[in-house]
């Protein structure tokens, strides 16, 4: 039976995929997209996407409550999934309120309409962030749905702050929530301003790849195809008031992904420049994804190197749409587009 989603962020990295994923996977299903289009949204992204009569865009900020109210009682969606988020740990550092507007309060306001208008399920996309970090001499810790909340950042606090916020509509007015918290995701579509597309654009034009401290920082690495995969399992088969750890098994080093991305363009590591690190900056995460796999069957189908190689080749086969956003010609575009 077809369903009505809508979709927040969906014009950023993973929202935008997870509607490409929607639109493979289920095409009957009718996508609302609605999204700011801050920097890190692109309206182009969406342009195949839009083509299709099942998808409806709308330019409005989660924290309008008026926008939202309107949106949702026009659709009456089954579903809403809330990919909206300031997720820059660096901006978050310089800037913590607009992180705490955006991640909090637009999602109280998302979740208010999600009960007034009875909602059949409200999926809040975390981080593992929330979790804060593991020592890089303990191989066998790893995050659990149980693992207490330990932030280090004012963005991985926000994103604490919004899960509990959800946890709390579920016990209080009975809100169908469920929670997804996932490891580092990469592949097409993503901003420059993350390790992978920033290091890929950087190789790319023989520029120097800044890496944090001494690079040895360990992250989970998920494919973006993976995480949409596990977030629309989770969607139609995933228990109300559970939180679901999605994570891929694939722990790197920052300076190894680097080296990994200059072997495959056949750069020298003579462009690699370390740079002061990061404030409260987290040395590894890990994703213990069992509950996942037991409950709901998800597993990752995406090998690193498999991804890796995928999504290198994808940005060096788009450069025009990275190039649009390095001069910032992509902007124009957003600005077209009406706040509703």
Not at 62 to 85: E, H, L, T
Not at 223 to 230: E, G, P
Request: glycine share 6%; hydrophobic share 35%; proline share 4%.
């Amino acid at each position: 039976m077809s369903k009505t989603i809508l979709v927040t962020g969906g014009a950023g990295f993973i929202g935008s995929n997870f509607i490409f994923y929607l639109q493979e996977k289920h095409p009957e299903d009718r996508i609302i997209c609605v999204d700011s289009l801050t920097y890190a949204g692109n309206i182009e992204t969406l342009k195949k996407a839009m083509e299709k009569d099942t998808l409806d865009f709308f330019r409005a900020d989660i924290c309008n409550r008026r926008s939202m109210d309107a949106i949702v009682k026009m659709y009456s969606p089954d579903y809403i999934v809330n990919f909206a988020a300031e997720s820059h740990v660096d901006k978050s550092i310089l800037n913590p309120q607009i992180f705490l507007e955006t991640n909090i309060v637009g999602t109280s306001v998302l979740m208010d309409v999600a009960v007034k208008y009875g909602v059949e399920k409200f999926h809040q996309v975390s981080t593992d962030e929330v979790y804060g970090d593991l020592p890089l001499d303990r191989p066998d810790l790893l995050f659990t749905e149980d693992t207490p909340l330990h932030t280090s950042s004012p963005y991985s606090s926000s994103k604490a702050g919004a899960d509990l916020l959800a946890m709390a509509y579920h016990r209080t007015y009975g809100l169908p929530i469920t929670i997804s918290r996932c490891s580092n995701n990469y592949g097409p579509y993503q901003f420059p301003e993350k390790l992978i597309p920033l290091m890929i654009s950087k190789a790319i034009r023989d520029e120097r790849l800044p890496v944090y401290g001494d690079g040895l920082n360990v992250r989970d690495w998920l494919y973006v195809k993976d995480h949409c995969k596990a977030i629309d399992d989770i969607l139609r088969c995933g228990r109300s008031g559970e939180i679901y750890n999605v994570g891929g098994r694939n722990e790197r080093s920052n300076i190894d992904i680097v080296r990994l991305i200059l072997e495959y363009l056949d750069k020298p590591e003579s462009l690699i420049e370390f740079v002061a690190d990061r404030k409260g900056h987290d040395r590894r995460y890990a994703i213990d994804f069992s509950k996942m796999h037991g409950e709901i069957g998800w597993v990752p189908e995406t090998g690193f190197k498999e991804g890796m190689k995928k999504t290198i080749q994808w940005y060096l086969d788009n450069d025009v749409w990275l190039q649009r956003i390095s001069n910032g010609a992509y902007l124009r575009s957003n600005s077209e587009v009406p706040f509703k």
